[in-house]
T-cell receptor, first 112, second 111 residues
Framework: NAGVTQTPKFRVLKTGQSMTLLCAQD?????MYWYRQDPGMGLRLIHY???????AKGEVPDGYNVSRLKKQNFLLGLESAAPSQTSVYFC???????????FGNGTRLTVT | GQQVMQIPQYQHVQEGEDFTTYCNSS?????IQWYKQRPGGHPVFLIQ?????EVKKQKRLTFQFGEAKKNSSLHITATQTTDVGTYFC???????????FGKGTLLTVNP
């Protein structure tokens, strides 16, 4: 099992550019999440999904969109990147409510 | 969601010293999970506590959930350099599938 796989690992964008972060899990987990991590801020939830075809807003959803067309994939999109979106992005999945989160290795995004 | 406060934000110890981080809430928590993130790595699940007063041990790590379920602690006995990293507490709040994380405690260990 590969677990949770995120691509790309690193990316540099100019302000206004768009991109999509990919997350794939092979554990048949129902729930998937996107978090961002900034120094001193911990992990903040951007969007999450409780099943294929469903998405919901987390704590800091503005400027991001997500899609869960297949159970194993959860995509995070930035339509018009801003410097404030410079961060490390983690995808995570959970088998069922109350079970542990499994994290991907992260994507380090820099917006100049 | 409910916020949890973690203290201290940073802790530097000499190898062999003990270390404790605390996770505090103003409201009752349904559960607490603890994660460890090594520098440059991703968070890794350590343990979950759900019962009032619960104590669990993993080798040199001791996890406690308060009697009122409003606080939790992680204690490391005789720290080693391999313990370096950021320790996060997290809880699920009103739903059991949306985790809210504390800001973490960064532990550094001087060999």
């Amino acid at each position: 099992n590969a677990g949770v796989t995120q691509t790309p690992k690193f990316r540099v964008l100019k302000t206004g550019q768009s991109m999509t972060l990919l997350c794939a899990q092979d554990m048949n987990h129902e729930y998937m999440y996107w978090y961002r991590q900034d120094p001193g801020m911990g992990l903040r939830l951007i969007h999450y999904s409780v099943g294929e075809g469903t998405t919901a807003k987390g704590e800091v959803p503005d400027g991001y969109n997500v899609s869960r067309l297949k159970k194993q994939n959860f995509l995070l999109g930035l339509e018009s990147a801003a410097p404030s979106q410079t961060s490390v992005y983690f995808c995570a999945s959970m088998f069922t409510g109350g079970s542990p989160l499994h994290f991907g290795n992260g994507t380090r995004l820099t917006v100049t | 969601g409910q916020q949890v406060m973690q203290i201290p934000q940073y802790q530097h110890v000499q190898e062999g010293e003990d270390f404790t981080t605390y996770c505090n809430s103003s409201t009752t928590l349904s559960n607490i999970q603890w994660y460890k993130q090594r520098p440059g790595g991703h968070p890794v699940f350590l343990i979950q506590l759900v019962k009032s007063g619960e104590v669990k041990k993993q080798k040199r790590l001791t996890f406690q959930f308060g009697e009122a379920k409003k606080n939790s602690s992680l204690h490391i006995t005789a720290t080693q350099t391999t313990d370096v990293g950021t320790y996060f507490c997290a809880h699920t709040g009103g739903s059991n599938y949306k985790l809210t994380f504390g800001k973490g405690t960064l532990l550094t260990v001087n060999p």
